[in-house]
Nanobody, 125 residues
């Protein structure tokens, strides 16, 4: 089992920045791939960014490319999402996810085993 806890959400004006963090605990001795997803009211959960085990390979949704940066620190079992130049359409609940025993990039929710509880991001125009 892996437990994931997100933090760092909040209210920000359009054009501003937020940094989300995800702390992993439990079965963290195994290698695992991680990602960020988001879900706005009335929509399906969508891919935001993903990072492989080593942290050297990343992938982003087109909508956030160039504005968001995903990173991880395996010594601390944490993952972060730096969000810059935020837009009102970025508002959603953001979830971190993990898949144990997989080291490559994954971009769909069904590929992940573990999820955090989510953190709300609100962007005012």
């Amino acid at each position: 089992q892996v437990q994931l806890v997100e933090s760092g959400g909040g209210l920000v004006q359009a054009g501003g920045s937020l940094r989300l963090s995800c702390a992993a605990s439990g079965r963290t001795g195994s290698r695992y791939s991680m990602g960020w997803f988001r879900q706005a009211p009335g929509t399906e959960r969508e891919f935001v960014a993903a990072i492989n085990w080593s942290g050297y390979i990343t992938s982003y949704a087109d909508s956030v490319k160039g504005r968001f940066t995903i990173s991880r620190d395996n010594t601390k079992n944490t993952m972060s999402l730096q969000m810059d130049s935020l837009k009102p359409e970025d508002a959603a609940i953001y979830y971190c996810a993990a898949r144990v025993a997989v080291t490559s990039i994954m971009r769909t929710p069904a590929q992940y085993d573990y999820w955090g509880q989510g953190t709300q991001v609100t962007v005012s125009s």
